[in-house]
């Protein structure tokens, strides 16, 4: 994608899709001084070429840096690797660790992707070695540290986690920790003392931590970890901890809050009367909104990347709401982006709270949002159509503006008559997206509104193309002022 409208040059995939079936494999097995086990995983595939992610994890003492090798049995090359340095000669592949993941403590993990060429078939490595010792999934000393806890106490994480956090987001419970998928998903809560434990799982993602409405902590695919906040008043505090990135290909933990010692973990924050979900594409999720550059490597687009200042985040605090931001880079409603991942789109992974589980479904529960916001078709409609595609340009219109009206209607069965819909249109799909709001207009539903996008003093300023900070908060105020113009009800 070299081309720089701003129109045309939109959406492609942060890292990776979501796992195809049969294409994950685990590596394990057994080394003397150094422990490690990894999991590869083939993304995505398509003529020629594909997607992978390799997920290392330190079962051995702790590292300042590592370097992860392997071979392909079947020719194929590597052609752009993000989150690990990656270089290849003849069939071995050398990856070695970026400057910010480099250290791994013991059962810490890195993860990292690349885009690969093959020709034939495509089997996943048969071995994989760091820092030249084979991965079998087990050491022969044990490690000295079985905690990966960073700069507090051992105390472990409460039982029931939600009974202390407050979310509004797609989780599924999962024994002791809680499991999602989806960018933007926040965890509330209320302590008393001087500091405060979070409990995570995620190699994959990057969150934010806020204490008393203040971020006072990034977590880089923190991996598993107690990360603790020391040195606050002892007095009652609000946390609210985020998740800022896109991980299609990876479900996330979260294991709780976990107070200090002489703390206590409070009653959680209650959750909001007003509910709102937005629907869409990396124009949503925030893809890249706090770059420098518009040119991004792909570690550039997962660090630069934060959900919480997209227009849904900041529109929905706007309004008191709880929220939803659910939304895939690289999706349309029909067709992905260039015709990516033929036989899947948007819709494909809607239901589903964890997107890497094929089949999984969510129950909304007490979900019923009072506003839901759509805005997908830039994918559809931003790239020519590739010889091999199934559409002809007027049958890829048809079929968008049919596909667009049945996932309203969805939403609608779904969330009931009372629920705003909001399509939101831009650039070469507005009109559909209106036709599709009249028609539904015409069949009775008079709560699907048409909002169209103002670019104007956008600046396009984020990773490839997409919106910057500024201009998510220009989305937000336009966005908010149309909403107010609204009965919602609430």
Same mark, same amino acid.
């Given at each position: 994608?070299?081309?720089?409208?701003?129109?045309?040059?939109?959406?492609?995939?942060?890292?990776?899709?979501?796992?195809? $079936?049969?294409?994950?494999?685990?590596?394990?097995?057994?080394?003397?001084?150094?422990? @490690?086990?990894?999991?590869?995983?083939?993304?995505?595939?398509?003529?020629?070429? =594909?997607?992978?992610?390799?997920?290392?994890?330190?079962?051995?003492?702790?590292?300042?840096?590592?370097?992860?090798?392997?071979?392909?049995?079947?020719?194929?090359?590597?052609?752009?690797?993000?989150?690990?340095? %990656?270089?290849?000669?003849?069939?071995?592949?050398? $990856?070695?660790?970026?400057?910010?993941?480099?250290?791994?403590?013991?059962?810490?993990? $890195?993860?990292?992707?690349?885009?690969?060429?093959?020709?034939?078939?495509?089997?996943?490595? $048969?071995?994989?070695?760091?820092?030249?010792?084979? @991965?079998?999934?087990?050491?022969?000393?044990?490690?000295?540290?079985?905690?990966?806890?960073?700069?507090?106490?051992?105390?472990?994480?409460?039982?029931?986690?939600?009974?202390?956090?407050?979310? *509004?987001?797609?989780?599924?419970?999962?024994?002791?920790?809680?499991?999602?998928?989806?960018?933007?998903?926040?965890?509330?809560? !209320?302590?008393?003392?001087?500091?405060?434990?979070?409990?995570?799982?995620?190699?994959?993602?990057?969150?934010?931590?806020?204490?008393?409405?203040?971020?006072?902590?990034?977590?880089?695919?923190?991996?598993?970890?107690?990360?603790?906040?020391?040195?606050?008043?002892?007095?009652?505090?609000?946390?609210?901890?985020?998740?800022?990135?896109?991980?299609?290909?990876?479900?996330?933990?979260?294991?709780?809050?976990? &107070? *200090?010692?002489?703390?206590?973990?409070?009653?959680?924050?209650?959750?909001?009367?007003?509910?709102?979900?937005?629907?869409?594409?990396?124009?949503? &999720?925030?893809?890249?909104?706090?770059?420098?550059? !518009?040119? @991004?490597?792909?570690?550039?687009?997962?660090?630069?990347?934060?959900?919480?200042?997209?227009?849904?985040?900041?529109?929905?605090?706007?309004?008191?709401?709880?929220?939803?931001?659910?939304?895939?880079?690289?999706?349309?409603?029909?067709?992905?982006?260039?015709?990516?991942?033929?036989?899947?789109?948007?819709?494909?992974?809607?239901?589903?709270?964890?997107?890497?589980?094929?089949?999984?479904?969510?129950?909304?529960?007490?979900?019923?949002?009072?506003?839901?916001?759509?805005?997908?078709?830039?994918?559809?409609?931003?790239?020519?159509?590739?010889?091999?595609?199934?559409?002809?340009?007027?049958?890829?219109?048809?079929?968008?503006?049919?596909?667009?009206?049945? =996932?309203?209607?969805?939403?609608?069965?779904?969330?009931?008559?009372?629920?705003?819909?909001?399509?939101?249109?831009?650039?070469? =799909?507005?009109?559909?997206?209106?036709?599709? %709001?009249?028609?539904? *207009?015409?069949?009775?539903?008079?709560?699907?509104?048409?909002?169209?996008?103002?670019?104007?003093?956008?600046?396009?300023?984020?990773?490839?193309?997409?919106?910057?900070?500024?201009?998510?908060?220009?989305?937000?105020?336009?966005?908010?002022?149309?909403?107010?113009?609204?009965?919602?009800?609430?």
């Amino acid at each position: 994608m070299n081309t720089s409208s701003p129109r045309t040059r939109m959406l492609v995939a942060v890292t990776a899709s979501t796992v195809l $079936a049969g294409t994950a494999v685990a590596v394990a097995a057994h080394a003397a001084a150094v422990g @490690c086990a990894v999991t590869y995983a083939v993304t995505s595939q398509w003529t020629s070429g =594909f997607g992978a992610s390799v997920e290392l994890r330190n079962l051995g003492e702790p590292l300042t840096s590592w370097t992860l090798t392997w071979s392909f049995g079947a020719g194929q090359q590597v052609t752009q690797a993000w989150n690990s340095t %990656v270089t290849q000669s003849g069939s071995v592949v050398t $990856a070695r660790n970026a400057t910010w993941n480099g250290t791994l403590s013991t059962n810490g993990s $890195a993860s990292f992707g690349f885009n690969g060429s093959w020709n034939g078939s495509n089997p996943a490595p $048969a071995s994989f070695a760091l820092n030249g010792t084979t @991965c079998t999934g087990g050491v022969t000393s044990p490690s000295t540290s079985a905690s990966p806890s960073t700069g507090g106490p051992t105390s472990q994480p409460p039982v029931d986690v939600l009974s202390q956090a407050h979310t *509004a987001g797609r989780v599924k419970v999962n024994g002791s920790t809680v499991q999602y998928s989806w960018p933007g998903v926040y965890f509330e809560g !209320r302590i008393r003392g001087t500091g405060v434990g979070i409990a995570l799982n995620d190699p994959a993602a990057d969150y934010d931590v806020q204490v008393d409405g203040a971020t006072v902590a990034t977590l880089v695919t923190p991996g598993q970890t107690t990360r603790w906040v020391n040195g606050l008043s002892d007095a009652e505090h609000t946390v609210r901890v985020v998740k800022r990135s896109e991980s299609p290909w990876s479900s996330s933990e979260f294991g709780g809050f976990v &107070a *200090a010692p002489g703390g206590a973990i409070l009653t959680k924050p209650a959750a909001r009367t007003r509910q709102t979900e937005f629907i869409g594409d990396s124009l949503t &999720a925030g893809y890249g909104n706090t770059a420098t550059t !518009r040119d @991004c490597a792909g570690d550039q687009v997962n660090r630069t990347t934060n959900t919480d200042i997209s227009y849904g985040a900041l529109t929905a605090r706007r309004l008191s709401a709880d929220y939803q931001v659910n939304a895939i880079s690289g999706r349309g409603m029909v067709r992905n982006y260039n015709g990516g991942d033929p036989g899947t789109d948007y819709r494909t992974y809607y239901d589903r709270a964890l997107l890497n589980v094929a089949g999984d479904v969510w129950n909304p529960g007490t979900w019923r949002p009072q506003l839901v916001v759509v805005y997908l078709g830039t994918n559809d409609f931003s790239t020519a159509l590739n010889p091999g595609e199934p559409w002809t340009a007027d049958s890829l219109v048809a079929a968008y503006r049919g596909a667009y009206g049945a =996932f309203l209607q969805k939403l609608r069965t779904r969330y009931g008559a009372n629920t705003t819909i909001v399509a939101v249109g831009a650039g070469n =799909f507005a009109d559909y997206v209106q036709q599709v %709001v009249q028609e539904r *207009a015409a069949a009775g539903d008079n709560r699907v509104r048409y909002w169209a996008i103002d670019g104007t003093g956008l600046d396009y300023l984020g990773c490839h193309w997409h919106y910057s900070a500024r201009d998510h908060q220009l989305i937000a105020d336009r966005l908010s002022t149309y909403i107010g113009s609204l009965s919602l009800g609430w």
